[in-house]
């Protein structure tokens, strides 16, 4: 078992630009979520696919958007971008049980820097 | 809004001393309490999820316990291996919520 993958590790982008972040989740799992995380900080919540629509969304601008596929891999798209983007991007996967219990697991993150 | 709060933010032991990281929360309805280890650079690493209080969890030199407002990490015996950040966080009983919520981590370093 892979594990939850995720790519690219690392990224350098210019302001104003755009980029997309791939996550392939867990062999099992049907939910992915998206974290950043800044330096010395915890991860703060972006938002979670589940049957390819966003079922939940925290305290993001609408320039971050994603995508699921059928084969429950996920994108991450920041649009327009600014230099407090950077950060260390984290997908989460797991498995969407009827009783809310479950374990989620991280991928090794996308390390993203804005110049 | 939920909450978590993590202390000490930063822990220095020996080697052998065994010691406590302390995870706070303020949440409407707990599902799950998640404890994470972090390394430099690297996605966090699944521990412990405890559901209820009074519930325990052990792996290796690591024991999690849950209270209604607190959870502990117990180290029991550290090697320098066990040095990394320790991650808490929070599921809300809400629905169909299902994110986390974390706190800032307690970066723990194990001196030979």
């Known amino acids: 078992d892979a594990g939850v993958t995720q790519s690219p590790t690392h990224l350098i982008k210019t302001r104003g630009q755009q980029v997309t972040l791939r996550c392939s989740p867990k062999s099992g799992h049907d939910t992915v979520s998206w974290y950043q995380q800044a330096l010395g900080q915890g991860p703060q919540f972006i938002f979670q696919y589940y049957e390819e629509e966003e079922r939940q969304r925290g305290n993001f601008p609408d320039r971050f958007s994603g995508h699921q596929f059928p084969n429950y891999s996920s994108e991450l798209n920041v649009n327009a971008l600014l230099l407090g983007d950077s950060a260390l991007y984290l997908c989460?996967?797991?498995?969407?049980?009827?009783?809310?219990?479950?374990?989620?697991?991280f991928g090794q993150g996308t390390r993203l820097t804005v110049v | 809004e939920d909450q978590v709060t993590q202390s000490p933010e930063a822990l220095r032991l020996q080697e052998g001393e065994s010691s406590s990281l302390n995870c706070s929360y303020t949440v409407s309805g707990l599902r799950g309490l998640f404890w994470y280890r972090q390394d430099p650079g690297k996605g966090p690493e699944f521990l412990f999820t405890?559901?209820?209080a009074g519930e325990e969890k052990e792996k290796e030199r690591l024991k999690a316990t849950l209270t209604k407002k607190e959870s502990f990490l117990h180290i029991t015996a550290p090697k320098p291996e066990d040095s990394a950040t320790y991650l808490c966080?929070?599921?809300?009983?809400?629905?169909?919520?299902?994110?986390?919520?974390f706190g800032s981590g307690t970066q723990l370093t194990v001196l030979p």
């Open positions: 405890l559901y209820s």
């Open positions: 989460a996967s797991s498995f969407r049980s009827r009783t809310g219990k479950t374990e989620a697991f």
């Open positions: 966080a929070v599921q809300r009983d809400s629905g169909s919520a299902r994110q986390l919520t």
